[in-house]
């Protein structure tokens, strides 16, 4: 005979019942009915793992990007973008019935400013990279949701809360332990590029927010193609070759066709199953391994004020995420 059990469960109406605090109570008339109530849910363990293996996948820009040494950074951009937009050419043409040029041409202005941003994050991200470790790079990178947080107040009209006050003050304490408390020494330029990096990210975000879900795929089919021109004018601009070796322009394209639009895919894959405060922390994967592939593979050794800035960094963007959620800290 089957047993009867109750189990508490939420109601999908948040609102409380008369004799009840909004719970309800729901027979469950099976014990292989109650086992499986009691699941973990999969598709949230699934989704935790593709943003993983997403953040894995993202961090592997770190090979190709080394691997090119004979390409300048501006050159690498070129062919990188050229590669990704021709990826998301082929994407946004079969996910949409518009053809890819009526998508373009439909994007709204604040898609476009989120393509600009992420192009500007895109190219420093690089040039970064070209003049600095990829620890000091990928850790100053991880402040874009901060900065975002300060930019919500006068772009969005957002209130500055507690908690974002808390972990931005224990940002900016990380990268002080970054740079020893000094600013007469390290390496600036790299500095100063990732943080423009971490700025053209952060914009992107916020722009993100009031673009529409379906123009998602034409916008970075607009970020490739804003990054093209941009890594083509500086190239010009500095008088370098267009192309540089076979070898170069086979890791930028490799970056910018399979990795970064593989990795992009399963980011936004996993994000449909996984909350916001789950998706930014796991997110900090890629901020991980990067610097440990530089680490192991490329013999870099960060100093420990950047191992210990950047494990603040990270610490305060978690916070930012986990405490950022509860109620009590949006009021």
């Known amino acids: 005979m089957a047993e009867v059990s109750t189990e508490l469960r ?32 999969r598709h949230h363990l699934k ?22 040494d004979g390409a300048g950074p501006w050159q690498y951009t070129t062919w990188r973008s050229l590669a990704f937009a021709g990826a998301m050419w082929i994407v946004a043409g079969l996910g949409d019935g518009r053809n890819q040029l009526a998508q373009l041409a439909q994007l709204r202005p604040i898609a476009w400013i989120g393509a600009l941003m992420l192009a500007l994050a895109a190219t420093t991200f690089i040039a970064a990279i070209k003049v600095t470790t990829l620890a000091e790079t990928f850790f100053l990178c991880s402040l874009a949701p901060l900065i975002a947080a300060v930019l919500a107040k006068p772009i969005l009209g957002e209130r500055i809360t507690a908690t974002s006050l808390l972990t931005i003050v224990l940002g900016v ?50 970020f490739g193609i804003v990054a ?13 070759p267009l192309a540089p070796p076979a070898w170069d322009i086979g890791m930028a394209a490799l970056h910018g066709a399979i990795v ?72």
């Open 47 to 68: 989704g935790c793992l593709v943003v993983v293996l997403a953040g894995f996948v993202l961090s592997l820009g770190a090979f190709t990007i080394r691997l090119a």
């Open 260 to 331: 970064l639009s593989l990795g992009l895919f399963l980011y936004a894959q996993g994000s449909r199953f996984v909350s916001a405060v789950t998706l930014t922390v796991l997110a900090q994967t890629e901020a991980v391994l990067a610097p440990l592939w530089g680490f192991l593979y490329f013999a870099e050794r960060p100093s420990a004020g950047i191992v210990a800035g950047g494990g603040i960094i990270l610490a305060a963007v978690i916070l930012q995420a986990v405490l950022g959620a509860r109620p009590e800290a949006r009021k």
């Open 173 to 222: 304490l990380g990268v002080l332990v970054m740079i020893e408390g000094r600013l007469d020494g390290g390496n600036w330029t790299g500095r100063a590029l990732a943080l423009l990096s971490a700025l053209g990210f952060a914009g992107y975000s916020l722009a993100a927010r009031g673009s529409l879900p379906r123009d998602l795929n034409a916008t970075l089919l607009a």
């Open 228 to 240: 093209a021109f941009v890594g083509l004018g500086m190239t010009m601009a500095l008088g370098e």
């Open 10 to 41: 939420l109601r999908a109406d948040p609102r409380p019942g008369p004799d009840d605090a909004g719970w309800t109570a729901r027979p469950v008339t099976t014990r292989a009915q109650l086992e499986t109530a009691r699941r973990p849910d």
